[in-house]
C-alpha cells in the first residue's frame, strides 16, 4: 500500500473527484493546475472536462428551490422550520419533501445564507401562576 492508498482509506473525501476539481478551480490563481492535479491524483483533461460540463438539472432545480426557501424563511422573520415552509411552498403550488427542505435547510446554513432567528426570552412578559391557598387542615 503506498501513501495515495493510506490517505484515501483515511479521508474518503479524497476521492470525490467533484470536490477536488472544485478546489483546483479555487485555487488556481495560486497554484499552476497541472501541479495541483498531479498532487491530487486527478486528470488535467478530466478537470477541463469538468470545468466545461453545465450543471445537472437536479442542481439547478435545488439552487432555484433553496431561493424560494430563503424566501419564506426570511418573511417569517426566520422562525419557520421545514413544514411550515414545506407548506408554504405547497400553497404556491410547489410540491417538495420535507426531507429535501431540511436537506437544502442545512446546506444554507452552513454556507451562512440561511440564520434562524435567535429564540427570545419569555420572562417576565406574562405574571407568575398564582397558587390558590388549600384550606386549614381540621378547619
Not at 485555487?27 to 498532487?39: G, Y
Amino acid at each position: 500500500m503506498d501513501r495515495t492508498d493510506a490517505l484515501e482509506d483515511a479521508c474518503p473525501l479524497l476521492r470525490q473527484t467533484k470536490l477536488i476539481f472544485a478546489f483546483i478551480q479555487q485555487h488556481q490563481e495560486e497554484f499552476l493546475v497541472a501541479l495541483m492535479c498531479r498532487v491530487l491524483a486527478v486528470s488535467v483533461s478530466g478537470y477541463y472536462a469538468w470545468r466545461g460540463r453545465p450543471e445537472n438539472t437536479r442542481a439547478r432545480k435545488d439552487r432555484a428551490l433553496t431561493e424560494r426557501i430563503k424566501d419564506s424563511h426570511q418573511r417569517s422573520r426566520g422562525t419557520y422550520g421545514t413544514p411550515r415552509i414545506q407548506a408554504d411552498l405547497a400553497e404556491e403550488g410547489e410540491r417538495v419533501s420535507g426531507q429535501r427542505i431540511g436537506r437544502l435547510m442545512k446546506v444554507a446554513r452552513g454556507q451562512g445564507s440561511l440564520q434562524a432567528e435567535i429564540p427570545r426570552d419569555h420572562e417576565g412578559i406574562t405574571s407568575p401562576p398564582t397558587r390558590r391557598k388549600s384550606p386549614e387542615p381540621g378547619i
